[in-house]
């Protein structure tokens, strides 16, 4: 079967850097999106890697490796409001869009 | 970017009444537009997948004919929850990809739907 794994919940200090795990075994691969879901709110894009290595976009950088099946969310500079739901989803051979089940990171002042 | 709409952002409806949820991709074409339901705490669920001009591949466990879509333009789907009961009431989120460049879905805002 399909299936993506991320933590469940993580906790940080705003100011500090979070790394957010996901790792996935899929029926091939087209890429890994990764987006953040506030609270009642629709998932917003973050990022996407379809090639190993680390693709940096301000404070939020996003890290893939396809032979292990594992990408990471780094996040620096921690501000109250990137509290939400990261999403980690994969897309499959028939680019079908496998989400995990998110994980949740609260932001302590 | 591209701009996916959804409408109404929420809606209260009489369990047995009927609802319908639009979603409109305002600045690109979608070829293939999906819909999801959130329940509280919980991930997103993929219910069905739709291309414009066919029916939609609905997931296992969706009823179709209680969660009818369709898809007749490329900047329009619809969902009509039928009958609607309590059970119903949840998030639910439309996202549209269009036919060319990297495989993203844009998300519309959601509708939140509450059935009394």
């Known amino acids: 079967g399909q299936n993506i794994d991320q933590p469940t919940e993580m906790t940080a200090t705003e100011g500090a850097i979070v790394q957010i795990n996901c790792t996935y075994q899929t029926s091939g691969f087209n890429g890994l999106f990764w987006y953040q879901q506030h609270a009642g709110e629709a998932p917003t894009f973050l990022s996407y890697n379809v090639l190993d290595g680390l693709e940096e976009k301000g404070r939020f950088s996003s890290f893939l490796s396809r032979s292990k099946g594992y990408s990471y969310l780094l996040l620096k500079e921690l501000q109250m409001k990137d509290s939400a739901s990261y999403l980690c989803?994969?897309?499959?051979?028939?680019?079908?869009?496998?989400w995990g089940a998110g994980t949740k990171l609260i932001i302590k002042p | 970017g591209a701009v996916v709409s959804q409408h109404p952002s929420w809606v209260i409806c009489k369990s047995g009444t009927s609802v319908k949820i639009e979603c409109r991709s305002l600045?690109?074409?979608?070829?293939?537009m999906f819909w999801y339901r959130q329940f509280p705490k919980q991930s997103l669920m993929l219910m069905a997948t739709?291309?414009?001009?066919?029916?939609?591949?609905?997931e296992q466990g969706v009823e179709k004919d209680k969660f009818l879509i369709n898809h007749a333009s490329l900047t329009l789907s619809t969902l009509t929850v039928t009958s609607a009961h309590p059970e119903d009431s949840s998030f639910y989120i439309c996202?549209?990809?269009?036919?060319?460049?990297?495989?993203?879905?844009?998300f519309g805002p959601g509708t939140r739907l509450t059935v009394t």
């Open positions: 739709s291309n414009e001009g066919s029916k939609a591949t609905y």
């Open positions: 996202s549209a990809r269009g036919a060319t460049g990297f495989h993203e879905q844009y």
């Open positions: 989803a994969v897309t499959d051979s028939n680019y079908q869009l496998i």
């Open positions: 600045d690109f074409q979608a070829t293939t």
